[in-house]
């Protein structure tokens, strides 16, 4: 049974209530910075956005057309159940139709609502299904990517992902429950990688393997290595990068088999069910924001020091005399909105290691992936120039003689000398409801 669907203005209208901080925190207090001009100084760094559950804004499509079940109405059983065909999936009645949006929705009073495709009648061509994501917004990942399939996880799928929108693609993790097979790939796990090595795309067989539909329905991209990593986001070239996104791609290639091959008298049992996709994540807004709004349909930094842009960009109009740049996570621990604060460390650049070169070619697909190149520029920052500023009263005179904007009188109702805290911290992504 599944619920009506939501009308389009409430799935508008809540994200709105969640996206504003809840209470003040440690980093939603830049926004202060404006009220503070000239008077007591209380600035709090790093700026960024708290985490969402950006599911809770996601754009869904699903691909090919005709892929989701019910049009025409189609019986199909389950792996567990495979002799009793008796459900029906039936595109016109609400009860049980299986639409895309069913893997966004919040499953209210424990109903489990799920997206569920055609089943596998045309084996052995090859059941494939897309699920793109998007939002339009550049969003940086603070935990993991749960996905939840209802009946067996996929025995072969590649999550990928855009940072421009969708015009360019690049893989972000495999998974197989034969990743030589599959991949051509050596089998790894997340745990397996070191800081060093956190941004290479890998394979694994964790999240396909058949234990029973019941028992395991998650396909995770985990980021169980972010608390070794934060302080390493200014130094490792491509490790913001790496965890941001605009646009998410579910690439299934397989679905569960429930045993070791197919089964041609009985193709009904095998089809794709999602029930949800957890997508913990904040709003990229180069340290320049500490929320992140929904303006016409569209996600939006709200900007201080002197940004604007969607992504706080750019400079103000009449700020742009010093020229833009992003806020940092140095000096630890709260970072700073004016980088020239950061000493010259930053620019030794540690090499990272990037996926183009991990050999890989999908066997069941007739194109190999081709990830696009990233250029690996160094980080060329003028350190020593302060950041959008209206010059025309600008305070330092000399900007070689510029001194950091330093807090000078840090109210202490809103002190919190938990230096241990992590810029990263994971434990507000734990979101109701999910
Ligand atoms: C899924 O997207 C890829 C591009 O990333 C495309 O090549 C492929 O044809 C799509 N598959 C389906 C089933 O639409
Ligand atoms: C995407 O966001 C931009 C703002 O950066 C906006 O101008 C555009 O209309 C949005 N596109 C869609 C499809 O929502
Ligand atoms: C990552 O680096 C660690 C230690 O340097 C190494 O043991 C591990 O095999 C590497 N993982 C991958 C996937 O290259
Ligand atoms: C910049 O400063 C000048 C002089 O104080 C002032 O007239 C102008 O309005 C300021 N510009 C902005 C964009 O605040
Ligand atoms: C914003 O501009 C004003 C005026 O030029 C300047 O005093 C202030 O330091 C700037 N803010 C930041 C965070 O650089
Ligand atoms: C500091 O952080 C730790 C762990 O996050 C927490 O247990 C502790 O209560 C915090 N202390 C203050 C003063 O916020």
Known sequence: ?????????????????????????????????????????????????????????????????????????????????????????????????????????????GLVTYWQTVTWSRFPEPLLANITLSWNKSLEMVDDVVVTFEYGRPTIMVLEKS?????????????????????????????DLAPSNITRVICTEQYSQWVGAKEEKLVVFELINMDALWTRMETMQGLREFFSFTNLRLRLLRPALGGTYVQRDNLLKYFYAVSNIDVPARCVCNLHASQ?????????????????????????????????RPGSYLPLPRGTANPSDVPETITKILKHRTHHNTPYALKTSPKPYAPEHNPQQPLSRNLKTPLCMNTSKTPYANPKTHKPLKPKNTPTALENPNTSQNPFDRTPTKFPGT
Not at 68 to 77: D, I, K, L, S, V
Not at 163 to 191: H, I, N
Request: net charge negative.
């Open 1 to 109: 049974m599944s619920p009506p669907l939501l009308p389009g203005l409430l799935l508008l209208l809540s994200p709105l209530l969640l996206l504003s901080p809840p209470a003040l925190t440690q980093f939603d207090v830049c926004r202060s910075l404006r009220a503070s001009e000239g008077g007591a100084g209380w600035e709090r760094f790093p700026c960024q956005p708290p985490p969402t559950n950006m599911k809770e804004v996601m754009q869904i499509r699903v691909d090919p057309p005709g892929i989701t079940c019910g049009n025409p109405p189609e019986r199909f059983c389950t792996l567990e159940n495979p002799y009793l065909c008796s459900d029906e999936c039936d595109a016109s009645s609400p009860d049980l139709s299986h639409p895309p949006q069913l893997m966004g929705d919040r499953e209210r009073g």
């Open 292 to 324: 992140c709004m929904l303006r016409d349909a569209t996600l939006q930094c709200d900007c201080d020091h002197n940004t604007s842009g969607q992504d706080c960009q750019r400079c103000s109009q009449g700020f742009e005399s010093r020229g833009w």
């Open 163 to 191: 940072t421009d929108r969708g015009v360019s693609w690049q893989p972000y993790q495999f998974y197989a429950d034969d990743c030589l097979e599959a991949f051509g790939m050596v089998p790894k796990r997340v745990a």
